[in-house]
């Protein structure tokens, strides 16, 4: 049972190896993406704190 056991392990070895390539890479996209929305809010925010504070807010 123990072989048994040992041969599924080494069997199944490229398959674990594949799934943690897979996961680092949506990682990294998941990184990548969150850090991209940060810039692009931080842009935001900082346009309209300016724009607030030189008088430009928008009036109806």
């Known amino acids: ?3 048994v ?3 599924i392990r080494i069997l199944l070895l490229p398959v674990r ?3 943690t390539i897979v996961q680092l890479v949506v ?3 998941t990184w ?3 850090t991209v929305f940060h ?3 931080g842009i935001i925010c900082i ?4 724009g607030y ?3 430009q807010e928008i009036k109806q």
């Open 1 to 3: 049972m123990v072989i």
């Open 5 to 7: 056991k040992l041969i």
């Open 17 to 19: 190896i594949s799934l």
């Open 27 to 29: 990682m990294f996209i």
């Open 32 to 34: 990548l993406s969150a």
């Open 39 to 41: 810039i692009l809010s």
């Open 47 to 50: 346009t309209a704190i300016l």
């Open 53 to 55: 504070g030189f008088g």
